[in-house]
């Protein structure tokens, strides 16, 4: 039996929650509290985490291409060469049939509003050959960037995705969705539909796989981390279990393939082995000087929203969300202390995104107009900005027409927002309600008159006489 209500939090919008009576694994009651996470993940009307309300940015590298999305649209600009952008729209894509019946299969028959087109996630395969896109329609769209670009197939998801990876072998491209499930969708056959792997309870925010394609390695919003086998995802391996909210992103380092990157909504990156589970190291990622934030405004946190590596695995870059600095680590493999602070970029603006090439560079996509990229290099141990580099004049020029999309996702709303726990205290207002019930319940007993006073006391009295008098035939009866 399910029950829904909406309340209002730190002035928001409000969210849909259901409370799921007689247990529930996101629902957790205490004498005093009630701890809820809405469940709507499973739910096909659900407002949560939708990508319509939020602009998603993301950069990356495929070779010598520079690859941003924003909004709509996916933009690839070669580095080295002066040659014409690859711009792909999502909204003059190929359109879903008519009458698939695949989203009624899953969602029992309910329906599901439109989606609009913005994409949600990209990957790039290992070797830089081939890129795969997902989008708030619900399309999976499989590129060849090499030697150059070309739309191999378009396909559809079940439910809006959240996260994708591709597999060492690149032969297949999985999927992680809001639903909680992951489907792998075959690259060797790029029109065969997407086949289910596994799945959690809790909506999923990030996924990779193991450089030997062994494990899927899968991230929730109940604060768990999963590493299952590939070839049996019924096969849990191990949990990683440590952070006190949503982890938000999931990265193995390039040389260390026993270790596992995570960062979440508690404001830490931790450091595990995966194959154990094993925490190995924790960082604290707020700033020396900040106040520690309360329970009541876990939101205040600084949310990890990307972790990159370098190339050759020395070099670690953390951004947070709406925190104007790049924290970068060096990792270090026989150290006590693997992961070790090194510096911290300050920016001018708030970086959208971050990415390392081929080179080792670190690129920063900024929110300003007038320098939207910026390229840092580690020379003499420290990270200084390349601004003479022809690379950052290319891709700025390329990148200029679609600023003012840009702009947009710069002074967007935060994504991660709705994902933290919500704790509310509602036992101070049962018991005040209580309270004045009883007081009311006195004062009119205390209003009635005498006589009707008298008339109800005579009347349990004589109630009281018939129950003794009934008791004490009873008792004769038995005794004889």
Known sequence: MTNSFVFSTRGSSALCVHSVLLGCAMTWITC??????????????????????VTMVAVGTCGEWFISTCDTKLIAVHTKQAREAFVFDCTTAEKKPKNTGSDNKSDGGATEEAGNDKILAFAVSPSGNLVALT??????????????????????????????????????????????DVYSFSVV??????????????MLLAITMTPNDKYIITADRDEKIRVSHHKSPYNIQSFCLGHREFVSALLIPSG?????????????????????????????????????????????????????????????AVQCERVPTVQLFGLRKEAEERLVPCSKLTLPHCPLDVTFDLQGRLWVLMGSGDTPVQIYTYTQDCWELDAESPETTRVTEALRPHWETLKGAAGAESRFQHLYKVNFDNMASYMQKKQQRLEQQKQQGNKRPAGSRAKAA?????KKAKQDEAEAEADAQSST
């Open 189 to 202: 056959e790029p029109y065969k539909e997407g086949e289910l792997k596994l799945g959690h309870l809790s």
């Open 256 to 316: 260390h393939p026993q270790w596992l990157l995570s960062g979440s909504g508690d404001g830490t990156m931790k450091l595990w082995e995966c194959e154990s589970g094993r925490k190995l190291q924790s960082c604290d990622l707020r700033e020396p000087g900040d106040a520690p934030t309360s329970e009541s405004e876990p939101h205040k946190k600084p949310t990890v929203c990307r972790i990159a590596c370098s190339p050759d695995g020395r070099h670690i």
């Open 135 to 180: 989008d708030d329609t619900k399309r999976l769209v499989l590129f060849r960037c090499q030697p150059s670009w070309q739309c191999i197939s378009t396909r559809w998801v079940v439910r809006r995705c959240t996260s994708l990876v591709f597999s060492q072998a690149e032969e297949e491209v999985l999927v992680a969705d809001k639903s909680g």
């Open 32 to 53: 005093a509290k009630i701890v809820t996470r809405c469940p709507c993940e499973r739910l096909s009307q659900c407002t949560h985490y939708r990508a319509n309300e």
């Open 458 to 462: 005579n009347g349990a009295a004589s």
